[in-house]
């Protein structure tokens, strides 16, 4: 059974930082990648960043790239996603998610995190 746990959501000022976790467990197929998504209220749910877990190869959305970094502690079974100079945009839900290297869809979601940025 795979389960996706994020932590580390909260509300800081613009400018200010937030790392994002994402511990991973029972994600028996080989190679998978790790995501985060983001929705905004009133927003659909949108792409910010991902990561494979074999090799790191990483791809961002354009709004993030520059300011949040995506990475991965292979023995914690955890992705990180380091979020710094936080704008008011940025705030939403952020979903850590998973899916087959070969798949074209995520199957499989955390409950989502609260990150809001203040101006």
């Known amino acids: 059974q795979v389960q996706l746990v994020e932590s580390g959501g909260g509300m800081v000022q613009a400018g200010g930082s937030l790392r994002l976790s994402c511990a991973a467990s029972?994600?028996?197929?080989?190679?998978?990648?790790m995501g985060w998504f983001r929705q905004a209220p009133g927003k659909e749910r949108e792409f910010v960043a991902r990561i494979t877990w074999n090799d790191g190869n990483t791809y961002y959305v354009d709004s993030v790239k520059g300011r949040f970094t995506i990475s991965k502690d292979n023995g914690k079974n955890t992705v990180y996603l380091q979020m710094n100079s936080l704008k008011p945009e940025d705030t939403a839900v952020y979903y850590c998610?998973?899916?087959?290297?070969?798949?074209?869809?995520?199957?499989?979601w955390g409950q989502g995190t609260q990150v809001t940025v203040s101006s």
């Open positions: 998610a998973a899916r087959a290297s070969g798949s074209s869809g995520y199957g499989y």
């Open positions: 029972g994600l028996t197929f080989s190679p998978y990648v």
